[in-house]
């Protein structure tokens, strides 16, 4: 077995955790760093769970959206990867948003 294997099969089995977890940690961030602030606030929010979605698609093996383009389950798991990497940076990155400085 191969440790790309046990990873996906590890990621397939916990999908629904994984998910509520990074949900969770989504509306944590925004809520203790913006509270009151609600531009910041939901466009966090959203743009954090924006990229959610994109990995939520990949741990189903359904199609990635980003805008107006997207991974489709047929283009192979390289590009299904690549996208759900670029997700996740995007998710983690909106953690370190902090406002903006002339705000």
Request: proline share 2%.
């Amino acid at each position: 077995m191969s440790s790309k294997g046990t990873w996906l099969e590890v990621i397939k089995k916990y999908r629904v955790y994984i998910l509520w977890f990074m949900a969770f940690l989504s509306f944590l961030n925004a809520a203790l760093r913006f509270w009151g602030e609600w531009e910041y606030f939901v466009g966090v929010l959203v743009g954090q769970l924006f990229f959610g979605q994109a990995a939520q698609s990949y741990f189903y093996d359904k199609y990635i959206s980003f805008g107006g383009g997207g991974v489709r389950v047929e283009d192979g798991s390289m590009p299904r990867l690549i996208a759900f990497v670029l997700a996740l940076t995007g998710y983690f990155a909106l953690f370190l948003f902090n406002g903006y400085p002339w705000g």
